[in-house]
């Protein structure tokens, strides 16, 4: 089955920039989404198709996608952004929709 | 209002079954695809199931091995997760979602909206 791999943590100071990565096999031929959790809340859709934003979530959240590597990139990061953030695509052979391992954002 | 409303979770023991449901208001339920997503305390999200906008297409999560069944009711704005033959490993806050983009078919679609979750747990 199709895996995606993501670091387990990322620490980024207020203010500086987050990059969340999110690793599958020729993961660049695929539509990736990105979900942001909060602890007790279900997840919110940040991102979507790659690079597209839900209306209300703010630019700072940006996407690319390419080879075997998509990116959540957070500009400007505040202390409201810590979450946990989830990639994922849906892997057209095993006709499965498949969510990456969860990246754990602290703001310092 | 957009929003999905799930119930239905319970306590049961090992080999019961639970039914949930999720209500939808607020859109076009019909033209949607949606899904089941859990996750076990302290876990990651799971996909555990999709159904297409007309039904035709249904898929399933590796893990489930027959147990689960998802259907939905387009008239009555709802979905329904049949689960059978629970084990531990099944306890989980179960979610429903609903494809970002409305389609007939299956989607690649991101999940744009969805409830506040059921937990299931599944204890002696």
């Known amino acids: 089955s199709y895996v995606l791999t993501q670091p387990s943590s990322v620490s980024v100071a207020p203010g500086q920039t987050a990059r969340i990565t999110c690793g599958g096999d020729i993961i660049g031929s695929k539509s990736v989404h990105w979900y942001q959790q909060k602890p007790g809340q279900a997840p919110v859709l940040v991102v979507y198709?790659?690079?597209d934003r839900p209306s209300g979530i703010p630019e700072r959240f940006s996407g690319s996608n390419s080879g075997n590597t998509a990116t959540l990139t957070i500009s400007w990061v505040e202390a409201g952004d810590e979450a946990d953030y989830y990639c994922h695509v849906w892997d057209n052979r095993s006709r499965h929709y498949v969510f990456g391992t969860g990246t754990k954002v602290t703001v310092l | 209002q957009v929003m999905l409303v799930e119930s239905g979770g319970a306590v049961v023991q090992p080999g019961g079954s639970v039914r949930l449901s999720c209500a939808a208001s607020?859109?076009?339920?019909?033209?949607?695809?949606m899904h089941w997503v859990r996750q076990a305390p302290g876990k990651g999200l799971e996909w555990v199931a999709v159904m297409s906008s007309d039904g035709r297409h249904i898929y399933y999560g590796d893990s489930l091995k027959g147990r689960f069944t998802i259907s939905r009711d387009n008239s009555q704005n709802a979905l329904f997760l049949q689960m059978h033959s629970l084990r531990p490993e099944d306890t989980a806050v179960y979610y429903c979602a609903r494809d970002y983009h409305a389609n007939s078919g299956l989607s690649a679609s991101g999940f744009g909206i969805w409830g506040q979750g059921t937990l299931v747990a599944v204890s002696p």
């Open positions: 607020g859109f076009a339920f019909g033209r949607y695809g």
């Open positions: 198709d790659d690079t």
